[in-house]
């Protein structure tokens, strides 16, 4: 059955829809809108990501501890998902829709590492709990510092003698440029799949059609001329700017929903010799009050086939929903339906409020004494300040309590109909998008 589809956002979000939905149904006349003048601009960047290629192997805040017992499922949940993203792109390898891995995957260790007695028995605990699942079954503990230096050796130079000290060591970790990722399906698609791909076309309006259709309106900024699109189903894969769009299409599952954005900063190392030395992604313990995404790593990426080395991300108070967007999106969120939940999320996290601004007020000498508990041999000069995308975090209802709650995961929103379905939410993002994706043409694409 033939139908007209239209994705909100190029990024690796609509990418991987797409190519889904066109495998299951060649005959779907698929368009995607793009407010900026190339795919994976914001979230989908491997400059903007905040971590990339994960499985929940190093990410501690995917196992949390509460009343002395951790807490896996989450973790599992995430491994589950990411070894389905891992399924589908070997499968873009065997289409040719890439000529080798390295394009966008390479193998990058993954450690977890932690200091002072209360975080390595937290550490011990957590490794002989996962190592027990087959996920992580091939899972390394150490204390020792012969094991470290070999894994880490920039973590450990420098440190004392005496500091406790451990971490989890997983090989087979991976590294994914997921702007690479977008930009090769996205070329394949367009060339091989017959799919529209619009640039610069700022997507302002989605109003419901007789019949269970939609009306689009973009502005198509190379001709500042607006236009009108109907479609037999929207997706809204605008990162941050899917809030805004979702609440235009009035449908009531929308009701409630809120965002709480976040900004964010990297320090990238500029000595080559210093980025030559590491090798893996070495996630340590978000401090008390700080969100998720702003869980310290001293990281190892492979951006456009060239290694870099960065560390934070440092969080920061913003009311822009995008990097690229307006300092008026906190406030023109606001609506009858959702002003509630979020100026009570907003009053229950004053201490994530004022966290936010401290971290947005640091020097980069402050940034750099935190780079030392990583690296203590850091030096200022070595690094550069890079600024970072931004996320917007879930706010929801709290139908137990009542006001709102603030959600660190993603969400997929959709209308009873399947018609429109969006995406919600920044974390683990990227490295679940097939998943996600899978889980929008299982709702909405039933005949599929």
């Given at each position: 059955?033939?139908?007209?589809?239209?994705?909100?956002?190029?990024?690796?979000?609509?990418?991987?829809?797409?190519?889904?939905?066109?495998?299951?149904?060649?005959?779907?006349?698929?368009?995607?809108f793009?407010?900026?003048?190339?795919?994976?601009?914001?979230?989908?960047?491997?400059?903007?990501?905040?971590?990339?290629?994960?499985?929940?192997?190093?990410?501690?805040?995917?196992?949390?501890?509460?009343?002395?017992?951790?807490?896996?499922?989450?973790?599992?949940?995430i491994?589950?998902?990411?070894?389905?993203?891992?399924?589908?792109?070997a499968?873009?390898?065997?289409?040719?829709?890439?000529?080798?891995?390295?394009?966008?995957?390479?193998?990058?260790?993954?450690?977890?590492?932690?200091?002072?007695?209360?975080?390595?028995?937290?550490?011990?605990?957590?490794?002989?709990?996962?190592?027990?699942?087959?996920?992580?079954?091939?899972?390394?503990?150490?204390?020792?510092?012969?094991?470290?230096?070999?894994?880490?050796?920039?973590?450990?130079?420098?440190?004392?003698?005496?500091?406790?000290?451990?971490?989890?060591?997983?090989?087979?970790?991976?590294?994914?440029?997921?702007?690479?990722?977008?930009?090769?399906?996205?070329?394949?698609?367009?060339?091989?799949?017959?799919?529209?791909?619009?640039?610069?076309?700022?997507?302002?309006?989605?109003?419901?059609?007789?019949?269970?259709?939609?009306?689009?309106?973009?502005?198509?900024?190379?001709?500042?001329?607006?236009?009108?699109?109907?479609?037999?189903?929207?997706?809204?894969?605008?990162?941050?700017?899917?809030?805004?769009?979702?609440?235009?299409?009035?449908?009531?599952?929308?009701?409630?929903?809120?965002?709480?954005?976040?900004?964010?900063?990297?320090?990238?190392?500029?000595?080559?010799?210093?980025?030559?030395?590491?090798w893996?992604?070495?996630?340590?313990r978000?401090?008390?009050?700080?969100?998720?995404?702003?869980?310290?790593?001293?990281?190892?990426?492979?951006?456009?086939?060239?290694?870099?080395?960065?560390?934070?991300p440092?969080?920061?108070?913003?009311?822009?929903?995008?990097?690229?967007g307006?300092?008026?999106?906190?406030?023109?969120?606001?609506?009858?339906?959702?002003?509630?939940?979020?100026?009570?999320?907003?009053?229950?996290?004053?201490?994530?409020?004022?966290?936010?601004?401290?971290?947005?007020?640091?020097?980069?000498?402050?940034?750099?004494?935190?780079?030392?508990?990583?690296?203590?041999l850091?030096?200022?000069?070595?690094?550069?300040?890079?600024?970072?995308?931004?996320?917007?975090?879930i706010?929801?209802?709290?139908?137990?309590?009542?006001?709102?709650?603030?959600?660190?995961?993603?969400?997929?929103?959709?209308?009873?109909?399947?018609?429109?379905?969006?995406?919600?939410?920044?974390?683990?993002?990227?490295?679940?998008?097939?998943?996600?994706?899978?889980?929008?043409?299982?709702?909405?694409?039933?005949?599929?």
């Amino acid at each position: 059955m033939k139908k007209d589809i239209i994705l909100i956002g190029a990024g690796i979000m609509s990418a991987t829809l797409a190519f889904l939905l066109k495998e299951l149904n060649p005959d779907f006349n698929i368009s995607i809108f793009e407010r900026l003048p190339e795919p994976a601009l914001e979230s989908s960047d491997a400059w903007n990501n905040a971590g990339t290629g994960h499985a929940s192997y190093c990410e501690l805040n995917y196992t949390p501890e509460k009343n002395g017992e951790i807490s896996i499922q989450r973790a599992i949940k995430i491994t589950e998902s990411y070894e389905i993203s891992k399924q589908f792109w070997a499968y873009l390898i065997q289409k040719s829709v890439f000529n080798e891995p390295s394009e966008f995957i390479n193998k990058v260790p993954h450690i977890s590492f932690v200091k002072g007695d209360d975080n390595v028995k937290f550490l011990q605990k957590r490794y002989e709990l996962m190592k027990k699942h087959h996920f992580y079954k091939d899972m390394m503990f150490a204390t020792n510092p012969d094991a470290l230096n070999t894994w880490m050796p920039l973590v450990m130079q420098g440190r004392k003698s005496n500091e406790k000290v451990a971490a989890t060591y997983v090989e087979y970790g991976t590294d994914v440029d997921f702007g690479a990722l977008t930009h090769g399906l996205l070329n394949y698609l367009i060339k091989e799949k017959d799919i529209k791909l619009h640039l610069n076309a700022h997507v302002k309006d989605i109003d419901p059609l007789k019949g269970g259709k939609w009306e689009v309106e973009a502005l198509h900024k190379d001709t500042d001329k607006k236009a009108f699109y109907t479609a037999d189903f929207v997706f809204i894969g605008a990162g941050g700017g899917s809030l805004r769009l979702l609440d235009k299409s009035d449908i009531d599952e929308a009701d409630g929903y809120g965002g709480f954005p976040v900004s964010g900063l990297w320090l990238r190392c500029t000595k080559p010799e210093i980025v030559e030395k590491h090798w893996a992604k070495v996630y340590g313990r978000a401090e008390l009050g700080a969100p998720p995404m702003s869980v310290p790593h001293l990281d190892t990426r492979i951006i456009q086939g060239k290694k870099s080395l960065l560390f934070g991300p440092f969080a920061g108070f913003t009311t822009k929903f995008l990097k690229e967007g307006s300092i008026f999106d906190l406030i023109k969120s606001l609506e009858f339906d959702n002003i509630i939940p979020v100026m009570s999320v907003g009053w229950n996290n004053w201490e994530l409020t004022k966290y936010l601004i401290q971290q947005a007020r640091l020097s980069h000498e402050d940034r750099v004494e935190e780079l030392k508990k990583y690296y203590p041999l850091a030096q200022p000069e070595d690094w550069e300040l890079l600024v970072a995308g931004h996320r917007v975090q879930i706010i929801k209802k709290d139908k137990e309590k009542g006001g709102g709650k603030l959600e660190f995961g993603t969400e997929i929103i959709h209308n009873k109909q399947g018609t429109i379905a969006a995406l919600l939410g920044a974390s683990p993002g990227a490295s679940t998008a097939v998943s996600a994706m899978l889980e929008v043409v299982e709702k909405c694409f039933p005949e599929c």
